[in-house]
């Protein structure tokens, strides 16, 4: 059906298009759509994936409520282990644009790397993770915080960028 549309709609009003489409689905399509998940994992109203529910791996006891995950469908991935636990409206981005270019191609262009979040983190409401960092074992990122770069196992992390605020 899409590569019928891709050949007769110019690309801008495809993409309307497709957009509305992911919105409409409601969050049990979405999580059902995931690559792996562990027993006792669960979500809310609200949670989505934007891309690459086949590159999505979220272990046991997981508390998702309604984050957004976008994993990318290339070399982007996310990894969620056991017992990780997010706050509200928490966005966990593998995916971006490249932008040294511009315009139609910037839109095109797509980057993607990794994020990993392991065993019993605790990811504060309103925070977001950017791509290719992992968040250490049993660590903590503060309310609203945007984590640019690795977080060690054990630690706290709040701020934007998010900086060490305690060890645990
Ligand atoms: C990160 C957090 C757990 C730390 O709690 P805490 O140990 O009681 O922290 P403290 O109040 O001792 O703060 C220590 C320092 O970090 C700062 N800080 C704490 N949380 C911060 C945050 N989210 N962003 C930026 N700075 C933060 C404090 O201002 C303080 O700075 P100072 O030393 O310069 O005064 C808590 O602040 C937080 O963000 N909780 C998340 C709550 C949430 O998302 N709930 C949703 C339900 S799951």
């Given at each position: 059906m899409i590569r019928l549309l891709k050949k007769i709609l110019p690309e801008t009003i495809l993409n309307r298009i497709i957009i509305k489409r992911r919105d409409f689905r409601s969050s049990s399509w979405h999580f059902k759509k995931i690559a792996s998940v562990g027993k006792g994992t669960t979500y809310e109203k609200g949670?989505?994936?934007?891309?690459?529910h086949k590159n999505i791996q979220i272990g046991n006891n997981?508390?998702?409520?309604?984050t957004l995950l976008n994993?990318?469908?290339?070399?982007g991935s996310i990894t969620i282990g056991n017992s990780v636990t997010f706050g509200h409206r928490v966005m966990v981005l593998a995916r971006g644009h490249e932008y040294k270019k511009n315009g139609k191609e910037r839109q095109q262009a797509i980057t993607e790397k990794p994020i990993r979040i392991e065993d019993d983190a605790w990811i504060g409401s309103g925070s977001i993770l950017l791509a290719g960092i992992i968040i250490g074992k049993g660590s903590v990122v503060g309310a609203g915080s945007v984590v640019t770069k690795n977080i060690p196992p054990k630690c706290i992390y709040a701020g934007n960028p998010a900086k060490l605020i305690k060890k645990l």
């Open positions: 949670f989505k994936i934007y891309n690459g997981v508390f998702l409520v309604d994993a990318g469908d290339d070399l």
